[in-house]
């Protein structure tokens, strides 16, 4: 499958806005800060609740423990995605019991993805609460599943695709929208 770049829906500037805009969301909906702690959903949700967790400091002076879930072996597609899927580490070094979390990702599409982390994260333990913070909800969902923070809500069709290019893999912040096109053989 080929993507062609449709139009860009965040540049640097606004990637940096949607995460100064949630970490001030997070702030002011949790009044005890000292039960809370930020995990992202690996590769690029990560890095959002790394930049979330700086922006959190930075506004209120307060460290929030951060830790980093792989989903893979939760996903439910996972014969589909490769033949040999690479897992990465899960880093939580902290209990959940008796914290509010809030889970990071990068695009909220079906909420399959969610589902896979929420499995994942109860069998680390039972948290008082999950949210969800998204940079980018675009709709389209399979499950129940609602974000309490989004940076964007972006209507999109079933044939088109959100990117999030992030520095620390793409070399460059931006989210873009993109539409798939058959590859001809």
Not at 14 to 43: F, P, T, W
Not at 130 to 148: C, M, N, S, T
């Amino acid at each position: 499958m080929v993507l062609k770049e449709k139009g860009k829906i965040f540049d640097e500037s606004g990637v940096s806005k949607a995460i100064k805009r949630i970490a001030h969301e997070i702030i002011e909906q949790n009044k005890s800060m000292e039960e809370l702690a930020i995990i992202g959903i690996r590769c690029r949700g990560a890095f959002l609740a790394e930049r979330i967790q700086a922006q959190i400091k930075e506004i209120s002076g307060k460290d929030l423990p951060l830790g980093i879930l792989d989903i893979t072996l939760y996903r439910d597609d996972l014969t589909k995605i490769a033949e040999q899927p690479v897992v990465h580490k899960t880093e939580i070094k902290f209990k959940l019991e008796d914290r509010a979390i809030v889970l990071v990702d990068d695009v909220l599409f079906t909420g399959r993805t969610i589902r896979s982390a929420l499995d994942e994260l109860i069998d680390f333990g039972r948290p008082k609460a999950i949210q969800l913070a998204v940079l980018i909800d675009r709709g389209h969902r399979e499950l129940p599943i609602r974000p309490d923070y989004i940076g964007k809500n972006v209507a999109t069709a079933l044939d088109e695709v959100v990117e999030v290019r992030m520095k620390e893999v793409d070399g460059k912040d931006e989210v873009v929208l993109c539409q798939k096109k058959e590859q001809k053989s």
